[in-house]
């Protein structure tokens, strides 16, 4: 074996990949269209694979960026190594969803907190479907009709469709409901999942905010608090897509604070992608079968993409936002490993200063009567 000729085929396609790698994570023109920019990242993707395959002689598969990986300003981060479970992963597959709700369903009493709250995540996902009965043929015409003719796209874009669509089968007709998911968030949260219990904690928030009159109302409760940095310090990429969802939802909890570790003001956009972009890096399904993913190629076009960051750069943010996204993100992380909860917006001293006053009950009703009938006005004059 020539030893110099198999160094300089490796180095160069080291220079290869960078240079190309280079070229698909660069920002693109703000000026470009959705379909411009979605183009230009496919073909960043097919440089890397052809100018690697010219320096070696051999085919090369084009990698995707790596997740958590950093440039230019953005600090330097030491990415997690959270093995994946067997049931994330089969949940994170997209085609699992009833199969895991059947084998919760037929032992709830019995099954683990995570079974429950994989169960009840898939029964969220699909809770539409029960109500629903899927019309496969009416929604394949609509489907066919946004084709293009002899798109070289479309067989890719056919098999996304088809991904999506068997995600929910076999829910429709199960006489289920929202308070359901509720319930079984309730017992996978009893059983210590970290996950479900910012699941219900959402649920209770959510009406918070409802009976909320001011701003300070609708932040988060010391305890609220607690429970979402124990959460997030177990590192399951379930519970930090979830903790993102609470904070960037109405804003109410970052409203008029300064977050990160330089102490910005809070932007919902900018931290709602670093929050999924986080989760991804702590092992969430942000691969090629991510169900945004499959939805942007199926619906749009936007095909040929191997994870959610290339995605969500190429298809979804500005570069301006990209960019500081992707500071947030690197933020998230060192918060997480440092217990630096102060750069969340979430550290202890941080929630709400008054107490919401409950609203009223409603006026109890012994049976056999009716609920007596308000008292007439009397117009004025």
Not at 182 to 211: C, H, W
């Amino acid at each position: 074996m020539n030893t110099k000729l198999t160094i300089a085929s490796i180095l160069a396609v080291i220079f290869a990949l960078g240079f190309a790698g280079y070229k698909l994570l660069a920002p693109p023109p703000e000026t470009m269209t959705a379909a411009e920019i979605a183009a230009a990242g496919k073909q960043a993707r097919a440089e890397i694979s052809a100018s690697a395959t010219a320096a070696t002689g051999n085919v090369v598969t084009a990698p995707a960026p790596v997740l958590g990986a950093t440039s230019g300003s953005v600090r330097a981060v030491a990415i997690p190594n959270n093995g994946k479970r067997q049931l994330q992963i089969e949940f994170e597959r997209g085609d699992k969803f009833k199969e895991i709700f059947d084998r919760y369903a037929a032992n709830p009493d019995g099954a683990d907190p995570e079974l429950k709250y994989y169960a009840a995540a898939s029964l969220e996902r699909c809770l539409f479907r029960t109500k629903q009965k899927p019309d496969s043929e009416k929604e394949r015409e609509r489907f066919t009709a946004r084709l293009k003719d002899n798109d070289p796209n479309n067989q890719v874009r056919t098999d996304a469709f088809n991904a999506l669509q068997k995600q929910c089968e076999g829910f429709y007709g199960l006489n289920l409901s929202g308070a359901d998911v509720s319930r079984i968030f309730k017992e996978s949260a009893a059983g210590g999942n970290p996950a479900a219990k910012l699941a219900v904690m959402a649920d209770a928030y959510r009406d918070q905010t409802r009976a909320a009159k001011t701003m300070e109302e609708r932040r988060l409760s010391e305890d609220q608090l607690s429970t979402m940095r124990d959460a997030l310090a177990s590192k399951d990429p379930a519970a930090l897509q979830r903790a993102g969802n609470i904070l960037n939802y109405g804003s109410s909890q970052l409203q008029d604070r300064k977050v990160g570790q330089d102490g910005v003001a809070f932007n919902p956009r900018e931290w709602g992608a670093a929050w999924q972009l986080a989760a991804c890096d702590f092992g969430g399904a942000c691969g090629s079968d991510n169900a945004r993913l499959l939805s942007g190629c199926a619906n749009q076009g936007y095909c040929g993409y191997q994870n959610l960051e290339s995605y969500m750069q190429f298809n979804e943010l500005p570069p301006s936002v990209y960019a500081n996204a992707q500071q947030n993100r690197a933020d998230i992380i060192n918060a997480i490993q440092n217990g630096r909860w102060d750069w969340l917006g979430i550290a202890p001293g941080s929630g709400r200063t008054v107490v919401l006053t409950p609203l009223p009950a409603p006026p109890v009703v012994k049976p056999g009567t009716t609920t007596p009938a308000p008292t007439p006005v009397k117009p004025k004059g």
